[in-house]
């Protein structure tokens, strides 16, 4: 099997594993992939995870064009920003609309600079600083000049009342720094008001000190 075909079965099945937990719901959500040769596998337009065909991905090749597949996300400037400014830490693209992390966007309270409080060593680990942007339509390009604007220095983000999307070195990683993502927006909501015990700075220091940053 080769590896494109390989990376685009690894695809489909992680994001099916979303829907099926729902992370995302409908049509909604998109994924990328870098490929061994350069290029992008990417899932179509007004497609669903649940349902994604390997054989149907959009696929691009090194220098951006669209030479396979169906027609890609409308949110290809937002993708492509993460893998210009990321350089060989984009690897993989997830961006959803999963429940929890669009509530915390909402909220008046949450700091735009770093958006999750630190509750867990997991989500320092896998997400750094996660940057709150704000509200922009989807499928403009200033989506993916905002994430320019952040120079490459946060692998998530936020987008207010909209989603979050986290880039990685690899598809599963990107996957499982999503679900990272999701699960402290949840952990936030639900100990809200309750002054929650969270990570020290020193102990966030250490974590970045053994880990380095994500």
Avoid: W
């Amino acid at each position: 099997m080769s590896t494109d075909v390989k990376l685009r079965e690894m695809l489909c099945t992680l994001a099916a594993s979303m829907y099926d937990r729902g992370l995302t719901c409908g049509a909604s959500g998109n994924i990328s992939a870098r490929t061994e040769d350069g290029g992008l596998l990417v899932s179509p337009t007004g497609s669903c995870f649940g349902r994604l065909d390997p054989a149907r991905l959009s696929r691009f090749d090194a220098e951006g064009r669209h030479v396979d597949g169906d027609a890609p996300t409308k949110e290809m400037p937002l993708h492509a920003a993460f893998y210009e400014t990321r350089g060989s830490k984009a690897g993989a693209v997830v961006h959803l609309h999963s429940s929890h992390a669009v509530a915390l966007s909402m909220l008046p309270e949450v700091d735009p600079l770093d958006a999750l409080p630190p509750l867990t060593p997991y989500s320092i680990m896998r997400l750094g600083r996660v940057r709150l942007l704000p509200y922009i339509q989807p499928g403009d390009p200033a989506m993916g000049d905002a994430v320019r604007d952040l120079d490459g220095q946060h692998c998530a983000v936020i987008l207010a009342n909209h989603g979050p999307v986290v880039s990685a070195p690899s598809l599963e990683a990107a996957v499982y720094g999503m679900e990272e993502l999701e699960e402290t927006a949840k952990l936030t909501l639900m100990t809200q008001g309750r002054n929650p015990r969270m990570l020290t700075s020193e102990q966030i220091a250490s974590l970045r000190a053994t880990f380095g940053d994500p």
